[in-house]
């Protein structure tokens, strides 16, 4: 089974809609992240919490928010969906003890398309 | 805050030996770090050098220059697989003494041709 999942994989919907994507973990790490990807933009982050008390805004904010349930589930919300925001997903996990490296574990990723 | 700058994109053939430079601008250092994503998967961790020099990971090597906020992403006998994208990434400083978040540069496409 994979150490990171989203769901959905992939989502199309309408300007307006109220959306959820799901990140869960099981490799019991504290820190969770959410990125959005567009081509040529690289990987712009979202939220990203270090605990389940820890909630942080990245570069690109506005128009989301998280919600950090427990230490192995973090959802991204877009309250109001608009079409500039279809992009692809990514929720990644990092171990707070793992040193310098911080390196980070990403899911497969959520494919939104709003229309 | 952080800046990272890298090619928009490479090209070489198959055998080939190509270096993909990132330069970066942080508020305290914590090591450069490199992630490989192949189109429509998930980025990768590659590599990280937290020291000047090279380190060799079989066809991988990285290599870090502190002094000159320059490091460099070197891949040899190319294959058509190593077709992707490379980001290089910094640690910002956080909170206290608890290390900051990953910032990722635009990412280098690179491809291979047979």
């Known amino acids: 089974d994979a150490d990171v999942t989203q769901t959905p994989r992939n989502r199309i919907t309408k300007t307006g809609k109220r959306i959820m994507l799901e990140c869960s973990q099981t490799?019991?790490?504290?820190?969770m992240y959410w990125y959005r990807q567009d081509p040529g933009l690289g990987l712009q982050l979202i939220y990203y919490s270090f605990d389940v008390k820890d909630i942080n805004k990245g570069e690109i904010s506005d128009g989301y928010s998280v919600s950090r349930q427990a230490q192995a589930k973090f959802s991204l919300s877009l309250e109001s969906a608009i079409p500039n925001q279809t992009a692809l997903y990514f929720c990644?996990?990092?171990?707070?003890?793992?040193?310098?490296?911080?390196?980070?574990?990403f899911g497969p990723g959520t494919r939104l398309t709003v229309l | 805050g952080q800046s990272l700058e890298q090619p928009s994109e490479v090209t070489a053939v198959e055998g080939a030996i190509v270096q993909i430079n990132c330069t970066y601008q942080?508020?305290?250092?914590?090591?450069l770090s490199w992630y490989q994503q192949h189109d429509g998967g998930a980025p990768t961790f590659l590599s990280y050098?937290?020291?000047?020099g090279l380190e060799e990971t079989g066809r991988f090597s990285s290599f870090l220059s502190r002094s000159d906020s320059y490091g460099y992403l070197l891949l040899q006998e190319l294959q058509m697989k190593d077709s992707a994208s490379y980001f290089c990434?910094?640690?910002?400083?956080?909170?206290?003494?608890?290390?900051?978040?990953?910032?990722f540069g635009r990412g280098t496409q690179l491809t291979v041709w047979p």
């Open positions: 942080t508020s305290g250092f914590y090591g």
């Open positions: 490799k019991g790490h504290d820190r």
């Open positions: 990434a910094v640690r910002g400083g956080g909170r206290g003494s608890t290390l900051g978040r990953l910032y």
């Open positions: 050098n937290a020291l000047d």
């Open positions: 990644a996990t990092s171990d707070a003890a793992g040193g310098l490296t911080d390196t980070q574990y």
